[in-house]
């Protein structure tokens, strides 16, 4: 077993625990409970479980180790599950309808209100139950981090906490300002897009994707303030490739890979960096056009084709591609300042390109 799917058995193992000593201490309260939490674990199994190599990885760029302790495993999975709250909060807002091949929560318990004959609004209901485990998830989330910090002296244990606020708190930030572009287009012009886009990318998802994850478990391993700012150096242009993939993905990836329908982000309206690109290099028309079709939930297949011919022909999906090799390369480069040992650089270098290349 190599040592990514070692660590992500053990992630595995520690969400599973956490839920079932859930389900036995919140289980009796009432009988609708246990379906309830039911759902928490089927969101929670699986996934790429980048976020818990990153922060083994930087464990261990800090303790010289490759064998990351029970603090790092608790960490990591504390990551976990708060992006999975993150991600059931986010289909809400999308009002996506599938999230790895499978119903969203929110749709999920709409599924659950409908075949319980319960009354009422079943739309209504799978909205409010999805906020609800959303917000349980980062409960459980905060409560895994500060068994991790227990772990550690209470001097990394500091420095680790203020982090993971640091990080929480620019995630929502990032999130609203996402909410906030796919309303204010309208008065927001063409040649301004492209670096609001690119604050929403960094804030939402490139710095807690990789470069948080990297910092945490650096910071739980007690490393010098050095050492974090050359993390950053790395793990923040590899975060903008990521994101810039996902965005990639959200247009033209492979339902049967990505688990949810090709063009999704394109009903949701979605204001991505490789957007803004179409429409700068696109004519004044079809950029237009692009406008009036992105978030329209509507468009037919051959809408969905147009747009995806138009963000390639105009250029803008061969910008996204460029701007992610140039940021991998800037992340490998920053890479190469890292004091590390062969086995640890090799385990960055590898989970660098497989963050970029990923196809789902």
């Known amino acids: ?16 625990a956490t839920i079932a000593e859930n389900l036995r201490v919140l289980g009796p309260i009432g009988v609708d409970v246990p379906a309830f939490l039911t759902q928490a674990a ?13 922060c083994a990885a930087g464990y261990s760029s800090a303790a010289r180790t490759s ?25 809400i807002i999308d009002r996506s309808d599938t999230r790895r091949g499978a119903p969203s ?14 009354a009422g609004d079943e739309e209504h209901f799978g909205l409010s139950a999805a906020i609800l485990l959303g917000d349980l998830l980062l409960v459980w989330s905060d409560q895994l981090f500060v068994e991790a910090c227990a772990l550690v002296s209470p001097e990394n244990a500091v420095r680790a906490r203020a982090e993971f606020s640091k ?16 309303v204010a287009w309208p008065v927001v012009p063409i040649d301004a897009r492209a670096a609001r886009a690119t604050t929403i990318a960094i804030s939402k998802s490139a710095r807690y994707s990789v470069e948080e994850p990297l910092v ?5 391993g007690g490393a010098s303030d050095a050492l974090v700012e050359q993390i950053r150096a790395f793990g923040l242009p590899l975060g903008l490739a990521f994101q810039l993939r996902d965005d990639v993905l959200g247009v033209f ?49 051959a809408d969905i084709v147009w ?41 960055l270098e590898r989970l660098a390109e497989r963050t970029a290349h990923r196809e789902h």
């Open 216 to 220: 945490l478990g650096a910071l739980l």
């Open 67 to 91: 064998d990351p302790s029970e603090a790092i495993v608790l960490a990591a999975a504390s990551i976990e599950l708060f992006h999975a709250a993150a991600l059931v909060h986010d289909d």
């Open 253 to 301: 990836g492979d339902e049967a890979v990505t688990g949810k329908p090709s063009g999704d982000d394109l009903r949701e309206g979605k204001r991505t960096l490789m957007i803004a690109a179409a429409q700068e290099l696109a004519t004044p028309e079809d950029s237009a056009r692009l406008d009036e079709l992105l978030g329209d939930q509507g468009l037919t297949d």
């Open 42 to 54: 089927a969101f929670t199994t699986g996934g790429k479980r980048l976020r818990a190599a990153f």
């Open 1 to 16: 077993m190599s040592e990514s799917s070692a660590l992500s058995s053990k992630v595995q193992r520690r969400l599973d």
């Open 307 to 347: 747009m995806q011919e138009l963000i390639t022909n105009s250029g803008g999906l061969q910008r996204t591609e460029e701007l992610i090799s140039s940021s991998l390369s800037e992340a490998l480069a920053g890479l190469q300042e890292l004091e590390l040992d062969d086995a640890s650089r090799t385990l």
């Open 105 to 118: 929560t929110h749709r999920a318990f709409a599924k659950h209100h409908r075949a319980s004959a319960w």
């Open 167 to 182: 990080m929480r708190g620019e995630v929502t930030i990032g999130q609203y300002l996402d909410l906030v572009e796919e």
